[in-house]
């Protein structure tokens, strides 16, 4: 059996989850914005930018969605998502968002249906070695990508 070349690999794989991933180093008070204009510009949306902002706020304020310490997982299923996305927004430092006060990381799921690919990535989450990976900044954000794409491997 032939082996493919790593970036042929890493495209195939990518095609095979299914998943747009994102991934952003920014402060509180850049975050939102960075969050709206890269869902426009990748087409995640194409409408509806305010309604995602209140759909997102609103879901933090059924309870909170730590899913590890400093670690939010905000996430909508709504009509307007054009492809399942997830959206890493990373923190330099601790700090106050969407009604938390100390985050360090943000992973938001945008989807507009369950998927197979949504379930897989959230199986991954199960192994707390994932988040160390995010939180850590020596880990550049194609690296985070990269991570999630290749399955948790380096």
């Known amino acids: 059996m032939r082996c493919l070349p790593r970036q042929i690999e ?14 952003f180093d920014c402060n509180q008070s850049e975050a939102l914005g960075k969050l709206t204009e890269l869902v426009r510009q990748y087409h995640v949306i194409d409408e509806h930018i305010n309604r995602l902002l209140e759909d997102v706020k609103k879901r933090e304020k059924l309870g909170s969605t730590e899913i590890y310490p400093k670690v939010i997982m905000p996430h909508i299923n709504e009509a307007y998502v054009n492809q ?3 959206i890493i927004m990373r923190f330099g430092k601790d700090m106050g968002f969407l009604g938390y006060s100390t985050i360090r990381a943000a992973v938001l799921v945008l989807t507009n249906g369950a998927n197979d690919a949504l379930a897989e990535f959230m199986h991954a989450l199960a192994d707390p070695q994932v988040f160390e990976y995010i939180l850590d900044l020596s880990h550049s954000n194609d690296d985070v990508k990269d991570y999630f794409i290749k399955g948790g491997e380096n």
């Open 10 to 23: 890493r495209v195939l794989k990518v095609h095979y989850t299914g998943l747009n991933y994102i991934v």
């Open 84 to 86: 399942t996305t997830i």
